[in-house]
């Protein structure tokens, strides 16, 4: 069943359209995020859910309730905020019984959500603090334990992790998910992030200029991306993109470019074969160039210049030339290798991608 | 270069500035309430007597006893009070408007509020007289609320504008979002960080309100005087009565001084710390 729903959603500010038509059905009970670079609406997608942006047209279900033209607080939801927006004047208790107090609920009703809430963010001990006196990451919880003890059918978050600094950001990361698992709500979170996206999400939304550009689990996003947007979003580093053409070299499909000729997989025989494209942009993770040919895998042999190689630990970042195009590669050489040179590297072959260069879509 | 701002002849150079600065603002209040204190022949004397003179209470005892002094006071609570009140209350919505609401020109009626204030009041007292005498609405101290009520908004709204951006607009959508009505909004969570922004508006009104002196002599009468008018009354044509405009102007002080040390104490710095980021 349909938690969330948003059918032909449009949403536009005076003369500019920022959503063109959106559908989206988000299960009950789902951690979706969506996620995207600035600017491409997902946050006014959000606030629509919300309730704090009106639609410009189209309608919203929540809970199979028709609340496109409900107010916030009729629509069951609950909201954390990227600045965390806590009452300065409360304490960290009057911040988080805000709600409840408005709604008349009696007071040991409210005492007992409020401390429950408290203990499973931590936060008994500083319950009668003003926010001003609270760490970043205590303020965030603040605001996650305002929207708990609300305990609505669905929580909105908007970017509530990127005023975090990297550490606590990734252990927050893990207290999301696993308030996800205790409370088994339907759980929308916005973030530009892919990682936060990658690690929490049951489904990830991915936008780009107000549309939605692919819909799935991470595995899907990642192994399958529909089009070169969501290959170059997902995965860290990004996707290296090389100009190429399809060529059949007496039976066999290859694709070659600047420096390079590759194999095409079997997986994507089929679509190349019944493809009219010839000029196409083959994508490359990072994290599939090798050092070495172990004898695993469709390996293909690549002579890449480096420009400079980084130290990582186990692995060496590279900035290097496939012919006259920039391109990027992590290998995994262990800790005490010394800085990769210039020469022949591998890359598994049945990891590449091929998109129509014109439309940008996966072949 | 720290060495020689922090050396002690700068350090007493700058004292002995501050307590220059200081004498020069104390002493006319100084003569003001020694002079409350003196009769007639203590004030006329040849050469001025700073501190040492047997003090009287006569001009204290003339002022309360004999003219009406309560009824001025009611007259000058009630208008600096009220329209004290109610430029809050305009003030405080126009700002929030202008603060919040997107609309065409807003930026410039916001500043524009300001360039009304440039206008000295003592401009407007003449076509205010008109149409006072021309509605035929004058003695009356609703009208002299309702010219200090206009006279002040511009520098309210323009003060309190400038609180209400320093608020940010997600508290009142967390609000929102918490089920708030906007009454709520506005009572529990905007109005305790505009204390400070209030405070501040309130002095200002409520010292212009009970001091202004040339549209309350041309508006009122003889009950609806307020009490600079009533000062003013000790000019007479046989002289100036030193001792007793004194004894008036230091009662006169003293109500806006209380407004001032109590509207003062709401004045908190970073109320809205801790709102937003880290």
């Known amino acids: 069943m349909p938690g969330v729903e948003l059918i032909d959603v449009a949403k536009s500010f005076g003369s500019t359209e920022v959503i063109p038509k959106l559908n989206l059905s988000i299960d009950e009970g789902e951690f979706a995020v969506i996620v995207g670079p600035s600017g491409c609406g997902k946050s006014t997608t959000l606030r629509m859910i919300c309730g704090l ?26 909201m954390v905020f990227q600045s965390y927006a806590l009452y300065p004047h409360m304490d960290v208790a009057g911040n988080m019984s805000f709600a409840l107090r408005l709604a008349g609920r009696p007071k ?37 334990g305002r929207s708990i003890v609300r305990d609505a059918y669905c929580f909105l978050f908007d970017e509530p992790l990127s005023n ?23 759980m929308v979170y ?64 290859v694709v070659r470019g600047d420096g390079f000729r590759l194999p095409i997989p079997d997986r994507l025989q089929q679509q190349v074969q019944n493809t009219t494209v010839t000029e196409c942009t083959v994508g490359l993770r990072p994290e599939h160039f090798f050092a070495r040919n172990d004898g695993s895998g469709n390996l293909a042999a690549l002579k890449l210049n480096v420009d400079v190689a980084e130290y990582i630990g186990s692995s060496q970042f590279l900035a290097a030339h496939l012919g006259e195009q920039a391109v990027t590669a992590t290998v995994d050489v262990g800790p005490d290798a010394e800085p990769m040179q210039s020469g022949e590297y591998y890359f598994d072959t049945n990891r590449l991608y091929l998109f129509d260069r014109r439309t940008g879509m996966a072949l | 270069m720290s060495n020689q701002l922090h050396s002690p002849w700068r350090v007493m150079a700058h004292y002995v500035c501050l307590c220059l600065l200081a004498i020069a603002c ?45 009824r001025y006071l009611v007259n000058s609570v009630i208008v600096a009070v009220v329209s004290t009140f109610l430029t809050l209350l305009l003030g405080g919505l126009c700002a929030y408007a202008l603060a919040r609401a997107e609309f065409k020109g807003r930026r410039f009626v916001a500043n524009a509020t300001l360039l009304v204030r440039m206008v000295p009041p003592a401009v407007l007292a003449v076509p205010a007289f008109a149409m006072v005498i021309f509605l035929n609405v004058n003695n009356d101290l609703l009208v002299l609320i309702f010219f200090y009520t206009a006279l002040n908004l511009p520098f309210a709204i323009w003060l309190l504008f400038g609180f209400y951006k320093q608020i940010p607009v997600e508290l009142e959508e967390a609000a929102i979002v918490d089920g708030a009505s906007p009454l709520q909004v506005f009572f529990r969570v905007l109005l ?43 000019l007479t044509d046989t002289g100036v009565e030193w001792g007793r405009i004194m004894a008036m102007g230091t009662l006169i002080v003293i109500p806006p001084l209380l407004f001032t040390f109590f509207a003062a104490r709401q004045i908190i710095a970073g109320m809205t710390a801790g709102a937003v980021k880290g």
Not at chain 1, 55 to 78: E, H, L, M, Q, Y
Not at chain 1, 113 to 134: F, G, I, M, S
Not at chain 1, 201 to 212: N, T
Request: no cysteine; charged share 25%; aromatic share 10%.
């Open chain 1, 108 to 144: 040991e009703e409210i005492k007992r959500r409020v401390d429950h809430a408290a203990q499973l963010l931590e936060l008994t001990d500083y319950l009668h603090r003003k926010p001003r006196d609270l760490s970043g990451g205590q303020r965030q919880r603040v605001a996650m």
């Open chain 2, 26 to 70: 104390l002493m006319p209040i100084w003569v003001m309430i020694s002079t409350s204190f003196k009769d007639d022949i203590v004030i006329f004397d040849g050469k001025p007597i700073w501190f040492f003179f047997v003090p009287t209470m006569d001009n204290y005892e003339y002022i309360v006893g004999r003219g009406k002094f309560d």
């Open chain 1, 164 to 186: 975090l600094d990297a550490k606590l950001r990734s252990s927050m990361r893990t207290e999301l998910a696993l308030l996800h698992k205790q409370l088994e709500r339907t």
């Open chain 1, 53 to 78: 942006e009106p639609v410009t047209s189209g309608s919203i279900f929540i809970k199979d309730r028709n609340v496109t033209k409900a107010a916030p607080k009729a629509r069951d939801i609950a």
């Open chain 1, 190 to 253: 916005v973030t530009h992030d892919q990682i936060e996206a990658m690690t929490m999400a049951d489904r990830i939304v991915i936008m780009d200029q107000g549309e939605i550009q692919q819909v799935g689990t991470p595995r899907e996003v990642y192994t399958s991306p529909r089009n070169r947007f969501v290959a170059g979003f997902i995965g860290s580093p990004s996707m290296n993109f090389l100009d190429a053409q399809l060529q059949d070299e007496r039976g066999e499909l």
């Open chain 2, 192 to 234: 305790p960080l505009m204390k400070s922004g209030y405070a501040v508006a309130g002095i200002f009104t409520f010292r212009i309100a009970w001091n202004e002196f040339i549209l309350a002599l041309l508006l009122t009468g003889r009950n609806t005087r307020t009490l600079p008018v009533a000062a003013s009354g000790f």
